[in-house]
Structure formats: structure tokens, C-alpha cells
């Protein structure tokens, strides 16, 4: 463990911690952040003393990403830009990046929970991070990456991109520890195999894998190809970037929050109302140590659920379940609701079906019509066998007819970063 003193506190103090942190939050939130801070005042909250328990979190509103694209890029920021020593963006999958910055402090306290899930990962000092996330704007590379140099490990910074060399240069530095999307390490696996270089000749051990929605199969399948034991990471930049929590190697049953700094709830998606402890909603954080960006309450549009019981690593810090996805990306065809996710898992529990794919939704009548991009595992297989198989498994699983066609290999598209799952056709 990184932090064994924070990791395994008992549930009476940490619930103080929070408490103590949280009240502080909402006095820096009063006095510096002024949109927030009325916000906080309309709804009674006027001094931190009004928080007497945890449970007063209920009390506060809510903010959510159009709350940032509203005060674009500065207006939520309770320091002056001369303070920040970093500015970051989200990546930008739902339209304009929302822009977020970190002081001295922040990228301390950032680079102390990378460290942490680094360590849940099992990843020892010394050890050869190979680090494809992208560096830039994006929390991706540059988070992980500080918080490899402070767990002593050897940083490779190739970032993403080039994907030849980041197989030659896999095997060349004896990485030991893969960092990427679990998409992007689908796309590194392939170039292994074209630069046929034999898995069983690379030193990797571990692959810290987030960034976008996976599913247990696709662990399966790139645990197989790569050789390494895959561990989710999650988060994301608007509460700090990766970090925010990670699976233990020991169980690998959800993921561990960091919950001294990022406090975590399950909410109704529609409604708002907290959900409780195993039901399934959008996970809401707040944040209780930003300097910068002390956001309350965020609405982080993914679907998750919370785990209180203790693990058997020894952590007793709260697990949330693997993403669905985001509320946003559910796809309601003809009145069923369908996440991206749940087709990734049919589609590979099938088997003969490589992990790449993509839903096209469309309208060419009155109603949306959902068709899948997919493609075989290997040359000489039955396509139309395939489809068939496939369109029944889908239909089986998820009560909806959907288009199957089994593409050409390496024709549906492939990406560095977050992989495209859905293409909306739909007219406007
Ligand atoms: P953007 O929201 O523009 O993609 P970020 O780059 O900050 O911005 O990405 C954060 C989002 O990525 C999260 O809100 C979540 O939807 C997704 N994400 C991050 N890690 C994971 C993970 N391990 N599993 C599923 N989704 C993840
Ligand atoms: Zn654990």
C-alpha cells in the first residue's frame, strides 16, 4: 500500500476526515468561488459551520459540466491563473473541452493518489512504466506519469501514436507496466503480433487500463494477448484525471476511491435523490482538497455503485463497480435501453469476433435502427455464420434486433485514445 495509514482507516475516522475536509471545502467554495459560492447560499449553506455531518452533503447542490462550459475557461477557479502551476482540459468527448488547472498542491495531492493506485495495481519501485496515454491537454499522460516518478518507477513517456515503435519500444525497454486505454492496448497487441514479436519475450506484468468503458471480456482478451494482469483506473479531469480510484490486484472487484479527497455518492440519474450503498446510479464527487477547482458535488454522468464491505487486501476505503457508461451514451432504441458496454460484453462472449467494434445508430424511417460494426477474430471464418450467430446472441440478450455486419479485419476504425463506440447518423 502506498498510504496504509489512510488506506485502512476505520470507516468512524475516516468519515471525520471527510467531514473535517468537506467543511473546508465549502468555505474556500463561500469565499472564492462566487457562481458556487450563491449557489451554496440560496440553498442555506452561508458558513461551514452549517455542515454538523456528512449526511448535510445531501443539503448542497449539485454542479455539473455545463456549469464549467458556462464560466468557460476561469470562472470556477478559487485562485488567480498567476497560481496555477498546470492547466489541463478533459478530453472532449461530449463537444468543447471543459478546461480545469491545478496548483502546486493539487499536482502533489495528484501525483499521491496516482501513486496509491499505482501501488494497488502491484507496481513496485523500480519497475519500466511504458506510458501510451496521451500527453497534452488530456490528464491521461501526464497523471500517470507524475505519479510513476513518485512511486521510483522508470517512465517511458511515449505517449500514444506510432504504433509500430511503441511495439518495438515495448520489447526494446523492457516495460513492465502498460498504461492506456484498454482499446489502445487491443491496437498495441496487433502490432506485436504484425511485428511478430512473441509476447512470452516481454517483461509486462501489469496493465493499468481507463479512460473509457470496458467490459470483463475485453479484460480476458487482452490479458490473453499481452500477457499481463489488467487493473482498472478511473477518472477524470474535472475532479482531478486518473487517480480518482483503482482495482486491487488482489481482488480486482471494483475499484477503490480515494475517498479522503474525492467523496463519493450514488444519485438517481432522473431525479438526483441519493441512491443507496449497491444500487446502481451516477456516481457524484466532491473533491474536499482542491486548491484550484474545489467543485461540490459533481455530476459525473457515470454509471456505477458502491461497495462498503471490507476487501481482502486490507483496504477498507469504499470500491465502486466498473463503469456501465455514461448516462449520457445510453442508446434508447425503440424504448429498450442499451449501453455501449453491453454489447462489447455479448459481442466477445460470443467468441470468433475480434474486440473491435462500433454502433451505428440511425433514422431512416421513423424509427432508430441500430446496426454493429464488427469484425472476425481471425482470417477464414464464416462471416455469414458469424452475423447470424452474433444478431442472435444480441437479440437473446438485449430483446432488440440489430444489424450485424462482419467487416473486413482491420476495417472498423481504430483510435489512440478513447475508442469511438457509437456513430449517431440520426438527422437533426
Ligand atoms: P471527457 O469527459 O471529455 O471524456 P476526461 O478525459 O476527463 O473527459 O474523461 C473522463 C471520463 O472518462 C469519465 O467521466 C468516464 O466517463 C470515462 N472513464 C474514465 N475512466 C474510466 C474507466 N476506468 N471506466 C469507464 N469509463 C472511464
Ligand atoms: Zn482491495
Redesign the pocket.
Known sequence: MWNPEVETLTRERMEALQLERLRAAVARVLARVPPLGDRLRAAGITSPDDIRSLADLRRLPFTRKIDLREHYPFGLFAVPVAQLVRIHGSSGTRGKPTIVGYTRNDLAMWSEVVARCLA?AGVRPGMVVHNAYGYGLFTGGLGLHQGAELSGCTVVPISGGLIQRQATLLQDLRGQVLCCTPSYALCIAEALETAQIDRRTLKLEVGIFGAEPWSEELRGEIERRLGLAAVNIYGLAEIVGPGVSA??I??R??S?IQEDHFLPEIVDPETGEPLAPGQEGELVLTPVTKEALPLIRYRTGDISSLELTP?????TTV?MSRIKGRYDDMLIIRGVNLYPSEVERILLSVGDVAPHYQLVVDRPGTLDELSLLCEPAREGLDRGLLQSRLQHALREQTGLSIAVQVLDRDRVPRSEGKAVRVVDRRPR
Open positions: 494497488l482495482e486491487c488482489e481482488a472487484n471494483g477503490h476487501c481482502v487486501c486490507g483496504r470500491r
